[in-house]
């Protein structure tokens, strides 16, 4: 399935005229490697993301909309959690647990909560 990251990238690549393969050796990946990205297939990686911004010369809110593109496309979150303490720790491994079943509603309030 193709992600929002994956539409903005094409939608980038077409809008400078270019073609996979022209954004794969500015970038020094292969063709593949930037289909798949595309595609939804492959997580974007920071420095991915870091190069395609720099080529592109994404700054601003445009960068931050990037950025938040990329980091809702990831399939996987890595927590540093060892400054935390054991309540913290424990609320957030619930959290975790319980994310598939949470509701719309619930969602929403716990952004809102969580944005002050």
Do not use: W
């Not at 400078?16 to 954004?23: Q, S, W």
């Not at 870091?50 to 809110?61: D, L, M, Q, T, Y």
């Not at 593109?69 to 720790?89: C, F, G, H, M, R």
């Amino acid at each position: 399935m193709v992600s929002n990251l994956g539409k903005y990238l094409r939608k980038l690549r077409i809008d400078h005229d270019m073609n996979l393969r022209d954004v794969a050796d500015c970038l020094g990946v292969s063709a593949a490697y930037v289909s798949a990205i595309e595609r939804g297939k492959r997580a974007a990686p920071a420095p991915f993301i870091e190069s395609i911004a720099n080529h592109f010369k994404i700054k601003g809110e445009a960068l931050e909309e990037f950025k938040k593109l990329a980091d809702l496309s990831q399939p996987s979150i890595k927590i540093n959690l060892i400054k935390v303490n054991e309540q913290t720790k424990e609320v957030f491994l619930f959290f975790a647990r319980k994310l598939e079943e949470l509701s719309p509603e619930q969602v929403q309030k716990l952004k809102k909560t969580l944005q002050g």
